[in-house]
């Protein structure tokens, strides 16, 4: 079952610009994890944020979770064309049996 | 490390027919899940496989069926093919059955269905 909702759906922007994505869940978490698929291929784990923390930076990344309002922002900044691909978010909490339960992902188009 | 391992990467098969899709985890990662990702309805968890056991199952009809192997290797297989099994079929690992932690996903391997 798909709990994470990111918003938006899909994104273009122009490179050397910031891309911000937002994933909405719906339960208490453990953790929020981010990935990337490029077209057509598996996904890349990015970064993953407990529950008890607020922010955490990866390189250009920057993650920020809300567990009051059960949300989670991931950006990018600085895009490049490299950085186009899909991006997903996963929530992990112990009533979930160890699995991850997906967003439906947004749509990164970086543009040159 | 070597990363995870999907055989093949693509596959045209017809309908009623069967497949087996085969996964190799990272080594030392003992579990092993298994997606179906279509554009219309994204990821979907089909099963994950820990020690050789089906530890949990998502909602596919039984036609869906895998097996882990004691070296850690998966094997999913489908059965009577329909069109709507096309997809991109992923496989993931972990370390000590804790996808809480992350996976590792393969490159999937696209079946195409007609």
């Known amino acids: 079952s798909q709990q994470g909702e990111e918003d938006p759906q899909a994104l273009s922007i122009q490179e050397g610009e910031n891309a911000t994505m937002n994933c909405s869940y719906k339960t208490s978490i453990n953790n929020l994890q981010w990935y990337r698929q490029n077209s057509g291929r598996g996904l890349v784990h990015l970064i993953l944020i407990r529950s008890n923390e607020r922010e955490k930076h990866s390189g250009r990344l920057r993650v920020t979770l809300d567990t009051s309002k059960k949300s989670s922002s991931l950006l990018i900044t600085a895009s490049r064309a490299a950085d186009t691909a899909s991006y997903f978010c996963?929530?992990?909490?112990?009533?979930?049996?160890?699995?991850?339960?997906w967003g439906a992902g947004t749509k990164l188009i970086i543009k040159p | 490390k070597a990363g995870v391992t999907q055989t093949p990467r693509y596959l045209i098969k017809t309908r009623g027919q069967q497949v087996t899709l085969s996964c190799s985890p990272i080594?030392?990662?003992?579990?092993v899940s298994w997606y179906q990702q279509t554009p219309g309805q994204g990821l979907q968890f089909l099963f994950e496989?820990?020690?050789?056991?089906?530890?949990n199952k998502g909602n596919f009809p039984g036609r869906f069926s895998g097996r882990q192997f004691s070296n850690s290797r998966s094997e999913m297989n489908v059965s009577t093919l329909e069109l709507g099994d096309s997809a991109l079929y992923l496989c993931?690992?972990?370390?000590?059955?804790?996808?809480?932690?992350?996976?590792?996903f393969g490159s999937g391997t696209r079946l195409t269905v007609v």
């Open positions: 993931a690992s972990s370390l000590e059955g804790q996808p809480f932690y992350g996976y590792t």
């Open positions: 080594s030392g990662h003992r579990s």
């Open positions: 496989y820990f020690s050789e056991t089906q530890r």
């Open positions: 996963a929530t992990a909490n112990m009533d979930s049996n160890y699995q991850l339960i």
